[in-house]
C-alpha cells in the first residue's frame, strides 16, 4: 500500500510539472552582460527559484526560459465562482462570488 501511494505522489508531481505553461526569450549576441530582465526585473545568470510574479527560469548569456509555477482552474462553478491569483502561493484561489471568504471546489487546472 505505501508503494501504491508514493506511486500516487510521484505521477501528481510529474503531471503537475510536465504541464506548467513555458517560454523562452533569446537574447542578441552582447545583450546579456548582467543577467536576464523580465517584467523589467534584473536576475541573475543562472536557475531562479521563483521571480516575483511567480515563473521558474534559467538564466544564461543566450538567452531566459520560464516555465510557470501555477495552474490556471478551468473546471469549476464559473457561474457561482470566480479565480482570484494569490501572489504569495503563486496559485489561483476560486472563491464565491457572493462570499469571498469561502472557497469553491476545482475539478482540474491546466498549466
Avoid: W
Amino acid at each position: 500500500m505505501k508503494n501504491f501511494l508514493a506511486f500516487i505522489a510521484a505521477m501528481g508531481i510529474i503531471v503537475t510539472l510536465g504541464d506548467a505553461y513555458c517560454f523562452s526569450k533569446m537574447h542578441k549576441p552582447g545583450e546579456a552582460t548582467k543577467g536576464c530582465i523580465l517584467d523589467g526585473k534584473l536576475y541573475p545568470f543562472g536557475e531562479i527559484a521563483r521571480t516575483e510574479n511567480c515563473f521558474r527560469c534559467s538564466c544564461s548569456k543566450d538567452g531566459m526560459r520560464c516555465c510557470s509555477l501555477f495552474h490556471a482552474p478551468v473546471n469549476y462553478d464559473k457561474e457561482n465562482c470566480k479565480t482570484v491569483f494569490n501572489k504569495n502561493s503563486c496559485d489561483y484561489d476560486v472563491v464565491q462570488i457572493s462570499d469571498p471568504s469561502k472557497l469553491c471546489p476545482i475539478y482540474s487546472r491546466v498549466g
